[in-house]
């Protein structure tokens, strides 16, 4: 990726784009790749590193969404199990295991938890990242000796995903490039430029 040459570029090009995405992080390069692999004349401009705002601010995380299983949402725990799946299957070098460990404090939460995950196991299939299981309370504490002894029953570990945000932005510029997308970091958008009420274009100053 040069980004002189994708200045020249811009400026040397004469006809129309079909896609212009303002913005560099997650959601607009995840745009870029999809409309450039369809075909479409795409340009991206960002006005700082790429991923540098809300993206850069993420968990780091690739879960398949415990919280929605205890909400009950099954279908969506399925969607984010599966491109969970999809993400270590294409991204290896970007995604790692994580394990969790929730703690034990109430007689039930051994039964609550225990059964949720293996639930969450169950709907992982073959996706899965490794079985959860019961904990005793030495375990527990050998694992995470800051906790609370007191009242502590035991644990429940369990695995999801960890990822390098900035890296997968960077693969996914990359990935944008390959399908002949222009990509521009340091071109900072200032303004929209209209013909007939219908945006037309945009007015772009160069940070550099």
Do not use: C
């Amino acid at each position: 990726m040069n980004r002189k040459q994708m200045v020249e570029n811009v400026e040397s090009y004469n006809g129309f784009w079909d896609v212009l995405i303002i913005g560099g992080g997650a959601t607009g390069l995840g745009a870029a790749v999809d409309a450039a692999s369809r075909g479409y004349k795409t340009l991206l401009l960002e006005q700082h590193d790429y991923s540098k705002g809300t993206s850069s601010r993420s968990t780091k995380l690739v879960h398949g969404g415990v919280r929605y299983l205890q909400q009950g949402n099954i279908s969506l725990v399925l969607e984010a199990l599966h491109e969970r799946g999809l993400l270590i299957q294409n991204a290896p070098h970007l995604v790692r295991n994580q394990s969790f460990i929730v703690p034990n404090y109430e007689w039930w939460d051994g039964p609550f938890y225990g059964v949720g995950m293996k639930v969450y196991d169950l709907l992982a299939g073959k996706l899965g990242l490794g079985p959860s299981k019961m904990l005793s309370k030495e375990e527990t504490l050998k694992k995470i000796p800051t906790l609370e002894p007191e009242g502590l029953h035991g644990g429940v570990i369990y695995y999801d995903g960890q990822f390098d945000d900035s890296r997968l932005a960077i693969n996914l510029v990359q990935t944008a490039v390959d399908y002949n997308a222009t990509m521009i970091n340091y071109m900072k958008v200032t303004g929209l430029v209209k013909a007939k009420d219908l945006v037309s274009g945009v007015k772009a100053k160069d940070m550099e």
